[in-house]
């Protein structure tokens, strides 16, 4: 095998064999391919792509350059992925819940990522929780607690680890190819029997309409069922913020009120009808609507906030913290009300934007070493078409800082439109599975 070899296959609009797709995967894992080889190949991939066929088999490469887990539970091994979007914090209610239906859930999760927030970043803003855990103990919270979620090791998919890097500074990010492989590589050497996929779309997700959300659901649904995994895919609405926070804290307190006290809203049913599809696909329930009563029934009577805390405090967080968890989160120093300039109808809302405001505010990273605070972000946030008066709060800020507050309420002045008359109503789900 020989890296210019295959990089001339792809730049001629050939797709490489699986055979030698697995070399440079492993090339790319132990150093033998070199940066500028990486970069040609996903610049030829991007360019000319590589077919469904030259797809799975990329993505089976890329699982099998590191670790592959395996697991011996009494149930169904589950897990979801989400494209990305703002108020999005759907892991945290979905792991416990399907946990507390019988389900295990290893769930290997990101950090933030552009203006989209990352799981690992809000689990942390729970006070001694730490995600990078061993795989022993991975293991040990998976089994008792039914799921944990925590950040990959050097050893899954480090194929992966080193394209996206390369991908991130060759432009070559858009590829759906290379994000199909990225997503899917992880997951599936996380060892999963099945997988549901949140793909977002509207003006706070990466894809802005629903024929582009459509094509990479349909990419992923369809390699990773060819790759052995039973996949199914959700399109969900992601024009303003799926819950009324965003920034790390401020989103775990909207889990601890849907898993502790019984709240509805977005976030809720979004996560029952991930986790209806999840249950059915296993085979734990007849079908998607009765994986939804199930789903409910552990949020209501309280399991699945148990089975949360049980995590929380194998990873390191406080033993009672789902009795106190208002008193465990950090709070920001400064809290700012922004108000409405006019009277009318909440018209449009610039997810993206929002997004950005709580980067900027500290709650994401502009470079990888920057530190981030839990503590700040927005809550309260309004609704699309909501009526509101001149003068009412359309969002809080949480900042550290009062120049911080001033710039963030610029921001969302600019980010929320509001108009004589409000827009037509979207669903919260466009189409329930793929």
């Given at each position: 095998m020989d890296a210019r070899a295959i990089i001339a296959q792809l730049r001629r609009g050939e797709t490489p064999e699986r055979a030698a797709l697995s070399w440079f995967a492993r090339g790319l894992a132990d150093g033998t391919v070199s940066d500028a080889q990486a970069g040609a190949f996903a610049m030829g991939v991007c360019l000319n792509g590589l077919g469904e066929e030259g797809r799975v088999a990329l993505t089976l490469a890329m699982r099998d350059s590191g670790d592959r887990l395996a697991w011996d539970l009494p149930g169904p091994v589950l897990d979801k992925h989400s494209t990305g979007g703002v108020g999005d914090c759907v892991s945290l209610v979905l792991a416990p819940a399907l946990a507390a239906c019988g389900a295990y859930v290893p769930m290997i999760s990101g950090r933030g990522l552009g203006h989209t927030g990352g799981t690992l970043d809000k689990l942390e803003a729970i006070p001694g929780l730490k995600t990078a855990v061993s795989e022993a103990q991975f293991r040990a919270v998976v089994r008792d607690a039914g799921c944990a979620i925590v950040s990959a090791t050097a050893e899954i998919a480090p194929a992966d680890r080193r394209l996206y890097a390369v991908r991130d500074v060759t432009a070559t990010v858009e590829s759906l190819d290379l994000i199909t492989a990225s997503i899917l590589s992880k997951k599936l050497a996380a060892g999963l029997e099945g997988l549901v996929l949140d793909v977002k779309v509207g003006s706070g997700a990466f894809m802005k309409t629903v024929e582009e959300a459509a094509e990479l659901a349909d990419a992923l649904v369809s390699t990773a069922n060819l790759a052995g995994c039973p996949t199914s895919a959700i399109l969900s609405e992601m024009n303003q913020p799926l819950a009324s926070s965003l920034g790390n804290a401020l989103e775990v307190a909207e889990v601890m009120r849907v898993l502790c006290d019984g709240a509805g809203g977005p976030l809720a049913e979004l996560s029952v009808s991930l986790g209806g599809v999840l249950l059915a696909n296993a085979g734990m329930v007849?079908?998607?609507?009765?994986?939804?009563?199930?789903?409910?029934?552990?949020?209501?009577?309280?399991?699945?906030?148990?089975?949360?805390?049980?995590?929380?405090?194998?990873?390191?967080?406080?033993?009672?913290?789902?009795?106190?968890?208002?008193?465990?989160?950090?709070?920001?120093?400064?809290?700012?009300?922004?108000?409405?300039?006019?009277?009318?109808?909440?018209?449009?809302?610039?997810?993206?934007?929002?997004?950005?405001?709580v980067v900027a505010l500290g709650g994401g990273r502009q470079v990888e070493s920057d530190q981030i605070d839990p503590a700040v972000g927005l809550s309260e946030v309004v609704r699309l078409g909501q009526k509101v008066d001149k003068g009412q709060p359309l969002l809080r800020v949480h900042a550290a800082r009062e120049d911080a507050a001033q710039a963030a309420q610029q921001a969302v002045l600019a980010a929320i439109v509001i108009s004589e008359e409000g827009p037509a109503a979207l669903p919260l789900v466009y189409e329930r599975s793929r």
């Open positions: 007849e079908d998607a609507e009765q994986g939804v009563a199930r789903m409910l029934a552990v949020l209501e009577n309280g399991e699945a906030g148990v089975r949360f805390g049980q995590m929380v405090a194998a990873m390191g967080g406080p033993v009672q913290f789902t009795q106190s968890w208002r008193r465990f989160l950090p709070e920001a120093t400064v809290i700012y009300e922004v108000l409405a300039p006019r009277t009318g109808y909440v018209a449009q809302i610039d997810g993206e934007a929002l997004g950005l405001a």
